[in-house]
């Protein structure tokens, strides 16, 4: 069964910038879209980006629409974050998350990673 771990987070200055990893392990055969999303404390779940499995799509919630870039690298089952400009309300748990395409992903997807902690200080 596949597995999705990421890593990448950490402690970074207000206007810094940060890459997450999203790494598919285990048994990765067929196609899938992935999606990241993040949860601050007291605040629900958010959408904040996606990708189709070819990489040809992709989808960024309005808050972070210029400033992340989400890419990925198939051949590495990874799927990256690039999130530059940072802000103090971009703290949050980060999750990446599989789907059966692009727009599912966005809302209902299968299979989950165990999150990772981004934290922006002002």
């Known amino acids: 069964q596949v597995q999705l771990v990421e890593s990448g987070g950490g402690l970074v200055q207000a206007g810094g910038s940060l890459r997450l990893s999203c790494v598919a392990a285990?048994?990765?055969?067929?196609?899938?879209?992935t999606g990241w999303f993040r949860q601050a404390p007291g605040k629900e779940r958010e959408f904040v980006a996606a990708i189709s499995w070819s990489g040809g799509s992709t989808l960024y919630a309005d808050s972070v629409k210029g400033r992340f870039t989400i890419s990925k690298d198939n051949a590495k089952n990874t799927v990256y974050l690039q999130m530059n400009s940072l802000k103090p309300e971009d703290t949050a748990v980060y999750y990446c998350a599989a789907g059966s395409s692009i727009v599912k992903v966005t809302t209902t997807p299968y299979i989950w990673g165990q999150g990772t902690q981004v934290t922006v200080s002002s």
């Open positions: 285990g048994r990765t055969s067929g196609s899938y879209a």
